[in-house]
């Protein structure tokens, strides 16, 4: 045989392996962008923010009308507890249950009890831990939520929450009468301080999901009841502010319209800005991308988490230019208006949430 042609096919490999190579090299270089790694629990959250996402909602916020008067629904002070549970969901079965959650949590706060209930429509994650004044994290550890589906209306689950009144028992007081008076169960009360005799004067007791009493009773000297880990007031408010994804003209505001489809009146939670379709569209602020994909409704869509629970939505995206995982910055290219999902001209659909409740974008961008 002739060895000019028993060597060709070295020769061909030996070529593909370097032009392989070369392709790889050139790849990174292209592709270099950072990527983050996030845990398991931040990437349920995310999922779950997705999942709910809505561009028009039939179940607006709730103090809806404060919000479209600028308020913010959420302060930056509704963020974990520096000794809540950061627990994450299990990963074999067997090896976290809802006892020994609460037991953990407990043992770093004698006030934190569960109180049952059962999911409706419009809640969210945030939505409930926001009602309990607890942590939204604690929820999923306590249930061992593993995917957003766990979260459907109907679902009852366990909300831990250390809302509650402090109490100092007082001459002929009863169990009963001390669980009628600030509307809690007698059950409840024995069980979280471990009553098992009569009650004595001048004896703690934490009541459980107890509010103010019903009938408060005369001062007595010596007598203390008060409300211990209420989620704190509205007085302070922080705001984010967030610069404009695109410049355009608005055509659809923050708030309830008829929708132009089903012409239905409903609540738009966001603001659609009209823009030529492939028009540059910019990040609002720093952050995380946690979505870039195609949703139905929005189409193409970017989500970008930003600090203390914040997001952006970009949607109706002839093309999205980051990935999920992305490190993006303030001003930084995202994603090229269209008309994609459900639309009836090209625009940018953009909204502010913090986790899943819509904030009023007009009140925010700068």
Same mark, same amino acid.
């Given at each position: 045989?002739?060895?000019?042609?028993?060597?060709?096919?070295?020769?061909?490999?030996?070529?593909?392996?370097?032009?392989?190579?070369?392709?790889?090299?050139? #790849?990174?270089?292209?592709?270099?962008?950072?990527?983050?790694?996030?845990?398991?629990?931040?990437?349920?959250?995310?999922a779950i923010i997705i999942? @709910?996402?809505?561009?028009? #909602?039939?179940?607006?916020?709730?103090?809806?009308?404060?919000?479209?008067?600028?308020?913010?629904?959420?302060?930056?002070?509704?963020m974990p507890a520096k000794?809540?549970?950061?627990?994450?969901?299990?990963?074999?079965?067997?090896?976290?249950? #809802?006892? !020994?959650?609460?037991?953990?949590?407990?043992?770093?706060?004698?006030?934190?009890?569960?109180?049952?209930?059962?999911?409706?429509?419009?809640?969210?994650?945030?939505?409930?831990?926001?009602?309990?004044?607890?942590?939204?994290?604690?929820?999923?550890?306590?249930?061992?939520?593993?995917?957003?589906?766990?979260?459907?209306?109907?679902?009852?689950?366990?909300?831990?929450?250390?809302?509650?009144?402090?109490?100092?028992?007082?001459?002929?007081?009863?169990? #009963?009468?001390?669980?009628?008076?600030?509307?809690?169960?007698?059950?409840?009360?024995?069980?979280?301080?471990?009553?098992?005799?009569?009650?004595?004067?001048?004896?703690?007791?934490?009541?459980? @999901?107890?509010?103010?009493?019903?009938?408060?009773?005369?001062?007595?000297?010596?007598? !203390?009841?008060?409300?211990?880990?209420?989620?704190?007031?509205?007085?302070?408010?922080?705001?984010?502010?967030?610069?404009?994804?695109?410049?355009?003209?608005?055509?659809?505001?923050?708030?309830?319209?008829?929708?132009?489809?089903?012409?239905?009146?409903?609540?738009?939670?966001?603001?659609?800005? !009209?823009?030529?379709?492939?028009?540059?569209?910019?990040?609002?602020?720093?952050?995380?991308?946690?979505? !870039?994909?195609?949703?139905?409704?929005?189409?193409?869509?970017?989500?970008?988490?930003?600090?203390?629970?914040?997001?952006?939505?970009?949607?109706?995206?002839?093309?999205?230019?980051?990935?999920?995982?992305?490190?993006?910055?303030?001003?930084?290219?995202?994603?090229?208006?269209?008309?994609?999902?459900?639309?009836?001209?090209?625009?940018?659909?953009?909204?502010?949430?913090?986790?899943?409740?819509?904030?009023?974008?007009?009140?925010?961008?700068?």
């Open positions: 045989m002739d060895h000019r042609f028993s060597s060709i096919p070295t020769v061909i490999l030996a070529a593909s392996i370097i032009a392989l190579a070369l392709y790889g090299s050139l #790849s990174a270089r292209n592709d270099d962008r950072p990527v983050q790694k996030t845990p398991d629990t931040d990437r349920l959250e995310d999942e @709910g996402l809505q561009m028009d #909602s039939e179940n607006p916020p709730e103090d809806e009308g404060d919000e479209i008067n600028g308020m913010i629904l959420y302060d930056d002070d509704f000794d809540a549970a950061q627990t994450r969901p299990a990963k074999k079965e067997n090896t976290v249950s #809802s006892e !020994s959650v609460l037991k953990e949590l407990k043992e770093k706060d004698p006030r934190w009890h569960t109180t049952g209930y059962t999911i409706k429509r419009g809640d969210n994650l945030w939505s409930i831990a926001k009602k309990f004044g607890t942590d939204h994290r604690s929820i999923i550890g306590i249930n061992e939520i593993k995917n957003p589906e766990s979260l459907k209306p109907g679902r009852k689950i366990l909300v831990p929450s250390r809302i509650g009144v402090y109490y100092t028992v007082r001459k002929g007081d009863t169990l #009963s009468g001390i669980a009628a008076r600030y509307r809690t169960k007698m059950a409840r009360i024995q069980t979280h301080n471990g009553i098992t005799t009569l009650l004595r004067p001048g004896m703690k007791l934490f009541l459980p @999901g107890a509010t103010a009493p019903v009938s408060p009773p005369k001062a007595v000297r010596g007598d !203390s009841a008060a409300v211990a880990g209420a989620p704190r007031g509205d007085t302070e408010r922080a705001r984010m502010t967030f610069s404009w994804p695109a410049r355009g003209r608005i055509t659809s505001s923050f708030g309830h319209r008829r929708d132009p489809f089903t012409k239905k009146r409903k609540f738009h939670c966001g603001i659609d800005i !009209s823009l030529d379709p492939g028009t540059p569209i910019h990040a609002a602020a720093d952050g995380t991308v946690i979505f !870039s994909g195609w949703k139905d409704g929005y189409g193409n869509m970017v989500v970008v988490k930003h600090e203390n629970g914040y997001i952006t939505v970009y949607a109706h995206n002839r093309s999205n230019e980051v990935r999920e995982g992305e490190a993006v910055r303030l001003g930084q290219r995202i994603a090229l208006s269209g008309m994609t999902g459900l639309v009836t001209g090209a625009h940018l659909h953009f909204e502010v949430r913090k986790y899943l409740t819509p904030l009023n974008p007009m009140r925010m961008l700068r």
